[in-house]
């Protein structure tokens, strides 16, 4: 199974623009968690950076020191698998790196709830609006409160599909 990259990005889109997280940057989560019904709450010993219990309409945040921007991702990852993937199993994000044997089709839901996120987070629009006129990536992570490996990976993402 390939992900679908284009079906992730504008599933998120769409959830975007009809949200009223779209109203401020960043992206209020809390907004979205809400419209979608869904609670986000920390969970100790959690063995993966986040988990989706979809029966519980419920995602499950490790609790750690890992800075606030990548658990924000990690909700937005797990946003992406309740709006692209079946309801009817937990869904932990996976860090790859430490688990580097996966079945091709956790890989592809993986991968397209990362785009899904990305595009939550930094709409392509928008960042490829700012990367025009000349914003830095410290820019982008300031305005989309994102981690400074996010905005890069972002900004180089949409850089190389500009050029």
């Known amino acids: 199974m390939m992900a679908n990259y284009d079906n992730a990005t504008m599933q998120a889109k769409t959830l975007l623009n009809n949200s009223q997280a779209n109203l401020s940057r960043p992206v209020n989560l809390a907004i979205i968690l809400n419209e979608q019904g869904l609670s986000a709450q920390y969970k100790d010993g959690l063995i993966d950076e986040a ?9 499950y945040i490790r609790r750690d020191d890992m800075p606030i921007t990548r658990k924000l991702f990690s ?8 709006i692209l993937h079946s309801r009817d199993k937990e869904r932990p994000r996976i860090n790859f790196s430490d688990n580097p044997i996966i079945n091709t089709q956790v890989t592809a839901e993986e991968q397209e709830a ?3 996120a990305a595009e939550l ?6 960042v490829r609006s700012f990367i025009m ?8 992570m ?3 409160n ?18």
């Open 51 to 59: 988990l989706l219990n979809p029966m519980q309409k419920t995602i």
């Open 75 to 82: 909700i937005a990852h797990e946003i992406g698998h309740w």
């Open 114 to 116: 990362n785009a899904f």
């Open 133 to 140: 006129q000349g914003y830095s990536i410290e820019y982008l």
């Open 121 to 126: 987070l930094m709409p392509y629009d928008e």
């Open 146 to 163: 994102v981690s400074y490996e996010f905005a890069y990976y972002r900004y180089n993402f949409i850089i190389n599909m500009i050029y």
């Open 142 to 144: 300031a305005h989309f």
